[in-house]
Each structure stands twice: as C-alpha cells, then as structure tokens.
C-alpha cells in the first residue's frame, strides 16, 4: 500500500451485514464520497449471507471481499485493510478488538465499548501495547449540540454544570429483546452483557450527560458515587427501566429516568442548571435553548445535517491520518462503563413489575421501522417517566405501586476496578 493512498483512502472491513452494520457501511459510504475510504471487505456469516443475498450480490460486484468470520479474517493474508468495524454483541467488543489490534489493524468499536471496568482497562493496555487506534461509537457526543454545549461549559460561558437530569422512553418490543442471543441479558454464560437502556439504546444519552459534566474539553466524568432502581416488565434477565442519581467529582449531580416499556416515544429529553445558566436539550432532532444568568438567551437546532451520526466515522479516519487521538477513545467511554458498573452495584436485584400493571399491546416499531410487533407497556409509564423526570425523584418515591428500593444503596466508586466488586454468586 503507498502511503498517499494509505493517508488518502483507508480501507475498512465491516462486521457483519445486517443490523447496525448497515450503518457502518453506509457510514464508510459518505466517507468515500469525501475520498476519505473505501469499503474493502465484510465478515459475513453463512446464514447472513442467506438472508440478504441481494446486499451479497451487490457487495461482490462492487469487488468487496467476503470473509467468514472475524478469525478467518485475520488469519488471512488480508492485505490492504487498515481498519475493522465492530457492530457486535457487547460481550465480544473486546476480545474481537484486542485480536484485530494485535493482527495490525485501526479498529472503530461500537458503543458501549464493554460491559465491565476491568475489560476497558484490558483494552486500554492492548491499545498502548500495540499503538494502534481504537474509537468506541458513542456518535452523539460529535453532534452539533453536544459540541456547542461542550465549548459553553469548557470556555465558562456556561460553566461547570451543577445538575444535569435526562429522560427517555422508547418502547421496545418482544421480538427487540429476541433479536440476537444477547439482548436483555445480564450475562451470557461466563461474559458480562448488562443489557439495558442504560448500556444500549439509551447509552448515547448517559454518555452525553458525563462528556458534559466535565470541564476538560477532552473529558468526561466519573461519578463518585451512584445510587440506582432497577425495574423489568419484559420478559427478560436484566433490567428494562433504569433509574440512577450520580454525583461527580466536581459536584455535579445527575439524574436520569429511562425505560423500554412506556407507551408513546418519550424524550429523549436533558435539563442542565450550570454555573452562569440554564439548558432545555430536546432530541437529536429538536432544538437546545439555553438562558443565561445575565438573561440573555441562545437556541441552537440539534440537526444540522442528516449524516450526522457519521461524524465520529470521520473523526476517527482524521485521527488515523493525523496519528492523534479520535475524540470518543476507550479511556474516556470507561466513564460509561464505570457507571453502569456502580449501577448493578448499587441494585444488585431487579425488581419484576406485577402483571396487573402490564399491558400486552400490537403496535408499530420505533425501530427497525414498518413493522409491527409486540409489547408489554406499564400503565401510567409516560406518566410516571414525566413526574421523576420534573422532580428529580426515584419511582419510589413518588408513590408507585409497584416501584421499591429496599435492595438499593450508594455505590461509592473510589479506587473501584472490577465488577463486580464482591465474589460472583449471581
């Protein structure tokens, strides 16, 4: 491979052809219409193959090689690739990126980038060791919003956040958690997954409370102690509600409501109260608007283009062009495993709402879309989500029904490395 075409146009191979790894393709698209790469390979397995032939006839007449598997990839002579994607299963983030660094590869890692403390530290290591890259797919924090907000804190325009609450409710279906051999678990025989809201669907938005609570522009926090509810209505191991308040080091107190078994898509919604103002954050497509102590106001528009969530792709080929660091590096999304670590710490025991308060109901997918599928909906949880949200308060103490935490306490974080802290009997 030159080097003006290795600086030029990296070459990428994608894990997997169905699910979000049509996204990374269509990332790695955009990135070739600014000469930046080029689709080189996938790994795809036999029954994928079988179930998108029409993508797989496509992919080879464009001259993209197959491979079977990430090892058959990597014990190839395979050539001009510079870097593997991986939109895998959470328990498989780090084993799969430690062997594609140590193979000679740049690797983009989809979020989160583990389910335990101890395995990003193992990345982390293995990242040094190797010297080569690795981005985790957290793409919001890259968002136009995420980055105005970030400068505003970091300059003092804002300044230091003194609390910062989130909320989001997004239905999900039964056939969601059915998806693949993972999805709603807390573990797959000896690997960690910790699925839920907090560490999936919704992890973006926690990620996003953290990179802001930290005034270092390359930063993001770590909360020093976490007291947590967890709540399932689906059928499933882990939780489908999560309900945490953290406080940081700087003093920044967090609050955060998300659930998988309300009725109607609820949020995302953020609320900050920073030093020299206030923020309104409302999704990914709306608008930020912040009041300042001075009473001087500023609306931002959150989308600014439809290929947004692409920009960390394109971040982190700039880094790999650069050789500096991409922006979302393991060492700052250890944040976010760190937290949902101290999550499970904090409520070893999820509590299963009672049937008499679930609904099963037919409706339309949020995602993927014109489907339909089926759901267990909490009554009054749109309600119930807006009341904790307004009031900062946990289900429990809003008189639920079903809501309790007598199996929760604060999970202090100092020093912590492991999870789980104690000896496994779970």
């Not at 999805?183 to 839920?196: F, H, M």
């Not at 990914?284 to 106001?297: E, Q, W």
């Not at 080929?317 to 976010?336: K, Y």
């Not at 119930?384 to 949200?389: D, F, K, P, Q, T």
Request: some cysteine; overall charge negative.
């Amino acid at each position: 491979m030159s080097m003006e075409n290795s600086v030029e146009r990296l070459r990428f191979v994608v894990t997997g052809i169905g699910g979000y790894a049509v996204a990374h393709m269509e990332a790695i698209d955009w990135l070739a219409d600014q000469g930046l790469a080029r689709l080189s390979g996938v790994v795809a397995l036999d029954k994928d193959r079988q179930k998108y032939p029409d993508l797989v006839n496509s992919l080879e007449s464009k001259g993209v090689a197959l491979f079977g598997s990430v090892e058959e990839l990597l014990g190839s002579d395979f050539g001009e690739v510079d870097v593997l994607t991986l939109p895998i299963g959470i328990h498989l983030h780090v084993p799969m990126s430690i062997a594609a660094m140590r193979a000679g590869l740049h690797v983009y890692c989809e979020k989160p980038a583990a389910a335990t403390v101890q395995e990003v530290d193992k990345l982390i290591a293995v990242e040094k060791e190797t010297n080569k890259k690795i981005a985790i797919g957290f793409q919001h924090i890259y968002s136009h919003s995420m980055q105005q907000l970030k400068a505003r804190i970091c300059e003092g325009r804002l300044g230091q956040i003194k609390s910062i609450s989130l909320m989001c409710g997004w239905p999900r279906s039964q056939q969601y958690y059915a998806r693949n051999d993972w999805a709603g678990r807390l573990r797959k025989n000896s690997d960690w997954i910790l699925d839920s809201p907090a560490n999936n669907a919704h992890a973006h938005y926690l990620f996003n409370m953290l990179y802001l609570s930290s005034t270092d522009p390359n930063g993001a926090a770590f909360p020093i102690e976490v007291r947590s509810e967890l709540y399932r209505a689906n059928k499933i191991e882990s939780a489908d509600t999560t309900q945490m308040q953290f406080k940081t080091e700087d003093g920044t107190a967090g609050h955060i409501i998300l659930t998988h078994c309300n009725e109607h898509e609820n949020g995302p919604f953020m609320r900050l109260e920073c030093e020299n103002g206030n923020v309104e954050w409302h999704t990914d497509n709306g608008k930020t608007s912040i009041k300042y102590r001075d009473d001087s106001t500023e609306e931002l528009d959150n989308l600014v283009h439809d290929k947004w969530r692409f920009e960390g792709f394109r971040d982190f080929v700039q880094a790999i062009q650069n050789n500096t660091d991409p922006i979302c590096t393991p060492e700052l999304a250890r944040s976010h495993t760190l937290t949902i670590n101290a999550m499970h710490e904090s409520c070893p025991e999820i509590t299963q709402i009672p049937e008499k308060h679930i609904a099963e109901v037919e409706d339309w997918e949020m995602f993927p879309p014109d489907t339909k599928g089926d759901f267990r909906i909490v009554e009054k949880m749109d309600e119930y989500l807006r009341r904790a949200y307004a009031q900062s308060k946990f289900l429990s103490e809003l008189e639920i029904p079903w809501a309790r935490r007598s199996t929760s306490k604060t999970f202090k974080t100092t020093d912590y490395c492991h999870f789980p802290e104690r000896n496994d009997t779970r």
